[in-house]
């Protein structure tokens, strides 16, 4: 293609904690503005219960951080080149799915529920459905349903379905107001588009595929299932859809109300959204055989396949497989670690506990800011060996295999001369050994891994991590240069709606990003990791007896 004018792109990625907006040029990839804009109310705390695990979030944290993070990247550009920015595309995490009314608004915009943390988004790592799950995989193992055969065979209280019947049973004033429900990214496009009204607005095929059991055999789980279930769920089905739509499809154009708001040009194209892993993989220009992982507060692993390669095969234990999920034509894979640096997080803020009577000030701060940091520096100097302390990363559950948020996390090998920098070594080890045992369920699942792509936060910033998680994979870890790779391929995904491509791999083509660097494993670690590996699945047996014993 030969740049003949200038056109650009908007890919918007709302990640955990902030929005981010990237403009990219659809003829080369150049990323040339960014914008960031940290949820205000999320930032405060404000209607999460951290003990219970419920992590909510406002719509208009969603809305304001929207607007100022646009702004922002606008403001780096000329007028000429706004009025150049021909599509739009959201990415969001999932499932965070909210109830809403007749209308498609989430009820915490209602004046009656602007307080209620269950009438806002449920974030995708609130695990306060977990009864919920249980029930809903209960009943489908009692009336032996088809409808986890593509979800990897569980279904997560991280999903939609336990998450929208977990309000209905607990709280009946939002249940009873609720009519429908809508994932994020589905409801940000619906917005700007001006179409929220819950049987009409374009519905993800990524979130729907991936979250809430819908396949093209047999649509969303049937109004007897969720009737059973609860009736409300049931009567919300008629208000749901039995389409869904992969991200190369054009959801509608751009409201003048929202092209106000926003100052973007009116009526430019707006693709349909997915989930941010997924389009983080098409922002790091997957292909089959291509493993990519975002390495962030939490992981995601994905990977695509042909149909042909897959044929009917159903991969056991894993966040399922979904034609068209990530790829449009392939079939899109989906993995994960329930906790990643959140783990590294919750240490620090374990040893933090320390400063809580220090008053704030400047030195406090500093030690706080510097606390990985110096963790790293006296980990690094620490040479693993078979009698290193053994840690395992489920402190937020067990993503895959074999979706379970009721396993716990453990540290075994402990002294009195074992110090922070030693557990903290050890915790790092662990979530590498949680990536290594996806990676294994994966290839035994038949799955094909020729390398390993990471992308996110992690990917960047901890080198250390990242070395210990090549060691561990015992496989070269290639780094994608872009800062923004889920924007990036909300980006690509805008370029074709508006046009400008036939497909998304056109797309990544013209507008992909390269490797940055390359973590190579070294042997000598490796041979000790190997046995450190099989401590650490012991420890991982250890962990289940105990859950059983609580449970
Ligand atoms: N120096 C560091 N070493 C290891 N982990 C870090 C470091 N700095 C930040 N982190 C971790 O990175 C995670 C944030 O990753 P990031 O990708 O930016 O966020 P998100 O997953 O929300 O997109 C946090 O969980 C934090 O603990
Ligand atoms: O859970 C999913 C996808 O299933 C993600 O949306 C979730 O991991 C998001 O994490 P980030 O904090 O954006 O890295």
Redesign the pocket.
Known sequence: MIESDKKYVIGIDF??DSCRALIVNVYNGDEVAVGVSFYSRWKEGLYCDVRNNQYRQHPLDYIESMEEAIHAALSDLAGEEIASICGLCFDT??STPALVDCDGIPLALNPAFVEDPDAMFIL?KDHTAVHEAKQINTLIKERHLDYLIYEGGTYSS?WVWSKVLHVLQTNPKVGDAAYSWVEHCDWMTGLVVGNTVPEKMYRSRCAAG?KAMWHEQWSLPSEKFLSELHPKLGAMLPHLYTKTYTSDTKAGVLTAEWADKLGLPEGIAVAVGA???HMGAVGASITPGVLVR?I???T?DILVADKKEIEDRCIEGI?GQVDGSVIPGLVGF?A?QSAFGDIYAWFKEVLAWGLKSVPDGEMKQKILDGMLVELTREAEAIEPTHRSIVALDWLNGRRTPDADQNVTGAIAGLTLGSHAPEIFRALVEATAFGSRCIVEHMKEQGLRIDSVHAI?GISKKAPFVMQTLADVLNMPIRVVRSEQTCALGAAMFAAVAAGIYPDVSEAIQYMGTDIESEYRPEEKRHIVYENLYKKYLELAKLSENIKSIHD
């Open positions: 990640g955990t995490t999932g995708w991280e991936h989930i941010d892993a975002i962030g507060t939490s995601c966040c989906e994960g996110g």
